[in-house]
C-alpha cells in the first residue's frame, strides 16, 4: 500500500517536472502547422521529406536540451529513489 502511495507522489512530481520543462515544445510540435512527418508513406509531398526530417530532429535537440538544461529543477527525492531502485536491482542479479 505505501509503495502504491509513493508510485503516485512520483509520479506527479515526474508529470509536473516534464509539464514544465516540456509544455512550450510539446505545445509547438502538436501545431497543425507544423509538419514533421517523416514516414513517406504518409507524407504528403515526398519532396519535403528532407525538410520534415530537418524539423523532426530541431525538435528531438529541443526536448533533449530542455531536459539536460533542467537538471536542477528534477526534484532530488526522485534521482534519489531511482538511483536506489537501480542499486537494488543490480544487487540482485
Given at each position: 500500500m505505501l509503495y502504491v502511495l509513493l508510485c503516485f507522489i512520483i509520479a506527479g512530481v515526474l508529470w509536473q517536472y516534464l509539464h514544465d520543462t516540456l509544455d512550450n515544445v510539446i505545445k509547438t510540435l502538436l501545431d497543425?502547422?507544423?509538419?514533421?512527418?517523416?514516414?513517406p508513406m504518409k507524407i504528403q509531398c515526398l519532396d519535403n521529406l528532407a525538410a520534415n526530417q530537418d524539423s523532426l530532429l530541431d525538435f528531438v535537440r529541443k526536448v533533449w536540451c530542455r531536459i539536460v538544461n533542467s537538471k536542477q529543477q528534477f526534484p532530488?527525492?526522485?534521482?534519489?529513489a531511482c538511483l536506489l531502485g537501480l542499486s537494488l536491482c543490480c544487487y540482485v542479479m
Amino acid at each position: 500500500m505505501l509503495y502504491v502511495l509513493l508510485c503516485f507522489i512520483i509520479a506527479g512530481v515526474l508529470w509536473q517536472y516534464l509539464h514544465d520543462t516540456l509544455d512550450n515544445v510539446i505545445k509547438t510540435l502538436l501545431d497543425p502547422n507544423v509538419d514533421c512527418e517523416v514516414d513517406p508513406m504518409k507524407i504528403q509531398c515526398l519532396d519535403n521529406l528532407a525538410a520534415n526530417q530537418d524539423s523532426l530532429l530541431d525538435f528531438v535537440r529541443k526536448v533533449w536540451c530542455r531536459i539536460v538544461n533542467s537538471k536542477q529543477q528534477f526534484p532530488r527525492y526522485v534521482a534519489l529513489a531511482c538511483l536506489l531502485g537501480l542499486s537494488l536491482c543490480c544487487y540482485v542479479m
